[in-house]
C-alpha cells in the first residue's frame, strides 16, 4: 500500500507541476508584434482587442473594410488594420509586404494567429460537389497553408510561434464533410509544421474549440445553404431522399446554435491568449466542455460505438425504407 502512495503522490505532484508551468508569461508585451487573419468578428475581433488592451502590437487582417473600420474605433493605435483574403495568395502576399513596411528595422513577429474560417457548404457527402470542398478548404485550410508559409520567415526572424485553429471537428467526424476534411486538414498540416521547426526556435499551437455562438453559427444561413445543396443533386437523388427530407433536418441547426453551441467565447479568446502570451504554452488547447467530455469521449470509444451514437438521430432518406 505504501508504494500506491507513493505513486500517487508522485502524479499529483506531476500534474500539479505541469500546471505551475503554464502560468509564467514571456512579458515585454510592448515589444512584440502579433498578427491576426479573421478579424471583422468572432474569435479574431475579439482577440484582436484583448491583445491590444494587453499592451501588443497588433496587425488585425480584416476580409472588409467595414469590419476594419470598426476595430479601429474601439482600438488604440497600436492596432493596425490591413485587408485580407486568406483564399488568395497574392492578398497574403500583399498582407506579408505591409507588415514588413510598419515592422521595426530588425523585427520579426512574435506570433501568426490563422483564425479566419467559415462553415462552407451544408449538406449531405451524396450532395456536394468538388467546388463545395474547394471554396471550403480554400479559406479554412489552404489559407492556413499560405499565411504560414508566406509568413513564417517573419516569425523565425522573431523566434515565435504559430497558433492555428482548427475544431473538435478535426478529431472526430461530427459535422458536414468539407468542414471536417478542412479541420482534419490543418490537424495534419498542424503537427507536420510543428515537428519542422521544433529544432529552428519556433514553436506551433493548435486551438480544438467545441460548438460557440459567433456569427458563423447564423442559423438563417446554414438552413439556407443546405437547402441550396439538396437543390443541386439529380432529380434521381432528390426522389431518393423525398420532398420532406430537409425540412424534417433543419431544426437541428436551431438546437445547435441555440441549445449546443457555448457562449462563453471567451474560453476560445483565452485559448488564444495563453498561447501567445505563456512562456510554456500548451501544444493542443481543447476549448468548451463539450469538446473536453463528451466529443473526446466519442473519439476514445471504438468506431463501431461512436459511429453509432453521432448518427443515432440522423433522418433515414425515405427511399432506404422502400
Not at 15 to 33: A, D, I, N, W
Not at 37 to 52: H, I, P, S, V, Y
Not at 173 to 201: H, N
Amino acid at each position: 500500500m505504501v508504494w500506491l502512495h507513493a505513486v500517487a503522490a508522485v502524479v499529483v505532484v506531476f500534474f500539479l507541476l505541469k500546471e505551475l508551468m503554464r502560468l509564467p508569461t514571456v512579458g515585454k508585451y510592448g515589444e512584440r508584434y502579433v498578427f491576426i487573419t479573421g478579424c471583422d468578428t468572432g474569435f479574431g475581433n475579439q482577440l484582436a482587442k484583448r491583445l491590444d488592451f494587453l499592451g501588443f502590437n497588433v496587425f488585425a487582417a480584416c476580409f472588409s473594410e467595414r469590419g476594419a473600420d470598426e476595430l479601429r474605433k474601439v482600438s488604440s493605435a497600436r492596432l493596425k488594420t490591413l485587408s485580407l483574403d486568406v483564399s488568395k495568395p497574392d492578398s497574403i502576399v500583399k498582407a506579408r509586404t505591409t507588415v514588413e513596411k510598419q515592422l521595426p528595422p530588425n523585427k520579426g513577429l512574435w506570433a501568426i494567429v490563422n483564425n479566419a474560417g467559415v462553415t462552407g457548404a451544408l449538406g449531405l457527402s451524396e450532395w456536394l460537389t468538388r467546388e463545395d470542398y474547394e471554396r471550403c478548404n480554400s479559406i479554412n485550410l489552404y489559407g492556413v497553408i499560405d499565411v504560414t508559409r508566406i509568413f513564417l520567415p517573419l516569425v523565425r526572424k522573431g523566434q515565435g510561434r504559430i497558433v492555428n485553429v482548427s475544431s473538435v471537428i478535426g478529431r472526430i467526424a461530427a459535422a458536414f464533410a468539407p468542414y471536417v476534411v478542412s479541420k482534419y486538414g490543418v490537424e495534419g498540416f498542424t503537427d507536420c509544421l510543428r515537428r519542422e521547426v521544433l529544432k529552428e526556435g519556433m514553436t506551433v499551437h493548435l486551438l480544438e474549440p467545441g460548438y460557440f455562438r459567433t456569427n458563423i453559427l447564423n442559423t438563417d444561413d446554414m438552413k439556407t445553404s443546405f437547402e441550396n445543396s439538396f437543390k443541386q443533386t439529380d432529380p434521381d437523388v432528390q426522389r431518393y431522399y423525398g420532398n420532406g427530407y430537409v425540412q424534417k433536418v433543419l431544426p437541428v441547426f436551431d438546437k445547435v446554435a441555440n441549445e449546443v453551441a457555448s457562449p462563453k467565447t471567451h474560453l476560445v479568446v483565452d485559448a488564444y491568449t495563453h498561447a501567445i502570451t505563456a512562456m510554456f504554452p500548451r501544444t493542443r488547447y481543447l476549448v468548451g466542455n463539450d469538446c473536453k467530455y463528451y466529443f473526446r469521449l466519442l473519439w476514445n470509444l471504438p468506431e463501431w460505438i461512436s459511429d453509432r451514437i453521432v448518427s443515432a438521430n440522423y433522418v433515414l432518406p425515405e427511399g432506404a425504407h422502400s
